[in-house]
């Protein structure tokens, strides 16, 4: 059964760092690309970055608002991806999910963000 | 960036309804569409990918359509557990985003 769940959330203060986690089971973690997206309180989804496979290099693409300031990495020898947020700002403030792109259907179309964590709250307050 | 847009952005139904909801995207992003249920507190539940096709698991009761720019989520007997919102994701070019969300309640 695939599995992810997040960690790493809190209460942290403007200016502040963070490290999320997000530890995958069930699959073959190497071979996916996996996704960090958030949710505002009370707010819609919004997708922050992506951080592809080893056959792809481990190469990252990041929303605009985060990019420069959060890092998508991953140890595919602990089947889990990390998100280091910097800089934090009270906009930060979020349920933070990771989310996997499965493989490929009979027609060629990747199933995109098959399956989601739990999520993480990442908490910005002075 | 490509933007996305839904409506409405929030509808009253009743049990047994059928319902649309509309997404449109501000380029043509071909079939590169899914469709997200979520429900207060919860991690997203994926429904659609590639704009009509199933993911394993997801009643038939919901379908997807369209291509290019405009594409519709229909929910046809709407069930108690279905009262939720609904967003859609467009994953054609990157900067990946979403709609802003659909709230389907009583």
């Known amino acids: 059964e695939v599995q992810l769940a997040e960690s790493g959330g809190g209460l942290v203060q403007p200016g502040g760092s963070l490290r999320l986690s997000c530890t995958a089971s069930?699959?073959?973690?190497?071979?996916?690309?996996m996704d960090w997206v958030r949710q505002a309180p009370g707010k819609g989804l919004e997708w922050v970055g992506r951080?592809?496979?080893?056959?792809?290099?481990?190469?990252?693409e990041y929303a605009a608002s985060v990019k420069g300031r959060f890092t998508i990495s991953r140890d595919d020898s602990r089947n889990t991806l990390y998100l280091q947020i910097n800089s934090l700002n009270t906009e930060d403030t979020a349920v933070y999910f990771c989310?996997?792109?499965?493989?490929?259907?009979?027609?060629?179309?990747?199933?995109?963000?098959?399956?989601w964590g739990q999520g993480t709250l990442v908490t910005v307050s002075s | 960036d490509i933007q996305m847009t839904q409506s409405p952005s929030s509808l009253s139904a009743s049990v047994g309804d059928t319902v649309t909801i509309t997404c449109r995207a501000s380029?043509?992003?071909?079939?590169?569409l899914g469709w997200f249920q979520q429900k207060p507190g919860k991690a997203p539940k994926s429904l659609i990918y590639?704009?009509?096709r199933f993911f394993s698991g997801v009643p038939s009761k919901f379908s997807g359509s369209g291509s290019g720019t405009d594409f519709t989520l229909t929910i046809t007997g709407l069930q108690p557990e279905d009262f939720a919102t609904y967003y859609c994701?467009?994953?054609?070019?990157?900067?990946?985003?979403f709609g802003p969300g659909t709230n389907v309640d009583f």
């Open positions: 989310a996997r792109r499965g493989g490929r259907d009979a027609s060629g179309y990747f199933y995109d963000f098959d399956y």
């Open positions: 069930g699959f073959t973690f190497s071979d996916y690309y």
């Open positions: 951080g592809r496979d080893k056959a792809s290099g481990h190469t990252t």
């Open positions: 380029q043509d992003i071909n079939k590169y």
């Open positions: 590639a704009a009509s």
């Open positions: 994701l467009q994953y054609s070019a990157y900067p990946y985003t």
